[in-house]
């Protein structure tokens, strides 16, 4: 008896679950005020998080580089809700402003250096530089004047002439971001920092930019096209094939670096990894026709459907004007993460992977400062299906769970 109320209970809870996805996947429209008002609750969780629950210190336990990620993906969310036209205020932007700051103060204080080698070229390696410099240069971005700028400012040019002459005494056009172990995608945020420097002051890297992206086209894989996920450190040469984790990442970044050439590396990545799955778009951790396992920068691989990939392909998709297919991925890990907002705070998952709720701010915000397009030409999802199935799964459970009922019915049916 108490094994058959414990099945009632798991039922009803799947159940729930089932239904509450397909009412969060039912279409709505949030203009931009209250996708900002959204994402800052997002944001407020995240900061209690950090300042509050120790969040760096937990992220580091679990990923090589989780305290200078989260740190870094927090401080650029608040800087892209208020870049451009996305400022709604000045208590926003002077909130912003000051959470950036403590973000890049944090990433950039000595005890966070232990994790990475000092003796790499740039110093601590082209990873921490590179996310370093990227939300220092987003800051400067967003921030025209404020109180101490000067100092960030010269921070900031002394570490993009440090990663240029890293660049230069090079013959690859990926630095290390450990001592033989280099990934396309860190080079990728780092030359997004160097990037907005042009944009900010006056141009200064401009060859150097043209020089990286042609070295870029002569080492892709052979056979999507795509940068490699990971590259031997000494002669370029792909050692870990294309995956999901690592080409949205880039492709975010390079967006911001060369957008025509970034663009034709997109095309590539939607024929190779975007999809769907149970008729929701999905983003796969492995090129269409190949497969492999989970690990700690994909995070859970499910029937080859990436978790990290799809989550931060929010913001790419939005980045290369994908808006309608944006949309609808947004809303399938809005609907698979079951959103709690509680005492304005927005938290994903129960506030139990924190690094997801991270990312999805910051792809959000980011998506609040690229312009909208029509470049839809894969299948997005089709939600009616998904009701569907979701329907046949429901009546299908109950009527396992209640066969023995059914089936005496039938029979004394049969019988009169």
Same mark, same amino acid.
């Given at each position: 008896?108490?094994?058959?109320?414990?099945?009632?209970?798991?039922?009803?809870?799947?159940?729930?679950?089932?239904?509450?996805?397909?009412?969060?996947?039912?279409?709505?429209?949030?203009?931009?005020? #209250?996708?900002?008002?959204?994402?800052?609750?997002?944001?407020?969780?995240?900061?209690?998080?950090?300042?509050?629950?120790?969040?760096?210190?937990?992220?580091?336990?679990?990923?090589? #580089?989780?305290?200078?990620?989260?740190t870094a993906l927090y401080g650029l969310a608040w800087c892209e809700?208020?870049?451009?036209?996305?400022?709604?205020?000045?208590?926003?932007?002077?909130?912003?402003?000051?959470?950036?700051?403590?973000?890049?103060?944090?990433?950039?204080?000595?005890?966070?250096?232990?994790?990475?080698?000092?003796?790499?070229?740039?110093?601590?390696?082209?990873?921490?530089?590179?996310?370093?410099?990227?939300?220092?240069?987003?800051?400067?971005?967003?921030?025209?004047?404020?109180?101490?700028?000067?100092?960030?400012?010269?921070?900031?040019?002394?570490?993009? @002439?440090?990663?240029?002459?890293?660049?230069?005494?090079?013959?690859?056009?990926?630095?290390?971001?450990?001592?033989?172990?280099?990934?396309?995608?860190?080079?990728?945020?780092?030359?997004?920092?160097?990037?907005?420097?042009d944009k900010i002051f006056k141009p200064s890297f401009s060859s150097?930019?043209?020089?990286?992206?042609?070295?870029?086209?002569?080492?892709?894989?052979?056979?999507?096209?795509?940068?490699?996920?990971?590259?031997?450190?000494?002669?370029? @040469?792909?050692?870990?094939?294309?995956?999901?984790?690592?080409?949205?990442?880039?492709?975010?970044?390079?967006?911001?670096?060369?957008?025509?050439?970034?663009?034709?590396?997109?095309?590539?990545?939607?024929?190779?990894?975007?999809?769907?799955?149970?008729?929701?778009?999905?983003?796969?951790?492995?090129?269409?026709?190949?497969?492999?396992?989970?690990?700690?920068?994909?995070?859970?691989?499910?029937?080859?459907?990436?978790?990290?990939?799809?989550?931060?392909?929010?913001?790419?998709?939005?980045?290369?004007?994908?808006?309608?297919?944006? #949309?609808?991925?947004?809303?399938?890990?809005?609907?698979?993460?079951?959103?709690?907002?509680?005492?304005?705070?927005?938290?994903?998952?129960?506030?139990?992977?924190?690094?997801?709720?991270?990312?999805?701010?910051?792809?959000?915000?980011?998506?609040?400062?690229?312009?909208?397009?029509?470049?839809?030409?894969?299948?997005?999802?089709?939600?009616?299906?998904?009701?569907?199935?979701?329907?046949?799964? @429901?009546?299908?459970?109950?009527?396992?769970?209640?066969?023995?009922v059914l089936f005496r019915k039938l029979r004394k049916n049969q019988?009169?």
């Amino acid at each position: 008896m108490k094994i058959k109320y414990v099945s009632l209970l798991f039922l009803v809870f799947i159940s729930i679950s089932i239904i509450w996805i397909n009412l969060l996947l039912i279409p709505t429209s949030l203009d931009r005020n #209250e996708t900002v008002t959204d994402v800052v609750e997002q944001l407020t969780f995240i900061e209690d998080e950090l300042k509050v629950n120790n969040l760096a210190y937990k992220m580091q336990q679990l990923f090589p #580089e989780g305290q200078v990620f989260v740190t870094a993906l927090y401080g650029l969310a608040w800087c892209e809700l208020v870049v451009g036209e996305s400022a709604p205020n000045s208590d926003l932007k002077e909130r912003a402003l000051n959470e950036a700051l403590y973000a890049y103060d944090y990433i950039n204080q000595t005890s966070t250096t232990k994790t990475f080698q000092e003796n790499l070229n740039p110093r601590f390696g082209i990873f921490y530089t590179g996310w370093k410099n990227y939300l220092l240069s987003k800051i400067l971005l967003a921030h025209p004047n404020f109180k101490g700028r000067k100092l960030y400012e010269k921070s900031y040019k002394t570490q993009c @002439l440090e990663i240029t002459e890293a660049l230069s005494m090079s013959t690859l056009p990926f630095l290390e971001s450990y001592k033989n172990n280099s990934w396309p995608a860190d080079m990728c945020v780092a030359m997004a920092s160097i990037s907005n420097h042009d944009k900010i002051f006056k141009p200064s890297f401009s060859s150097e930019i043209r020089q990286w992206i042609a070295n870029l086209k002569s080492n892709l894989d052979t056979k999507t096209g795509l940068l490699p996920y990971k590259v031997n450190a000494k002669s370029g @040469l792909g050692i870990q094939p294309p995956r999901g984790s690592g080409t949205t990442l880039y492709l975010r970044m390079l967006k911001e670096v060369d957008p025509i050439f970034g663009k034709s590396q997109y095309d590539l990545f939607k024929k190779n990894f975007v999809s769907t799955a149970l008729t929701l778009p999905c983003v796969w951790e492995y090129p269409v026709g190949t497969s492999g396992l989970g690990d700690i920068d994909s995070g859970p691989v499910i029937l080859g459907v990436g978790f990290s990939a799809t989550i931060v392909s929010i913001g790419t998709l939005g980045a290369y004007g994908d808006t309608k297919l944006c #949309e609808d991925l947004y809303k399938t890990v809005n609907a698979f993460g079951f959103p709690i907002s509680i005492s304005n705070r927005k938290l994903y998952l129960f506030g139990l992977l924190p690094m997801a709720d991270a990312f999805i701010a910051w792809s959000r915000a980011s998506n609040l400062n690229f312009a909208s397009g029509d470049n839809n030409d894969v299948t997005t999802t089709t939600k009616w299906q998904f009701h569907i199935i979701s329907v046949v799964i @429901l009546i299908s459970i109950w009527a396992f769970f209640y066969r023995k009922v059914l089936f005496r019915k039938l029979r004394k049916n049969q019988i009169q």
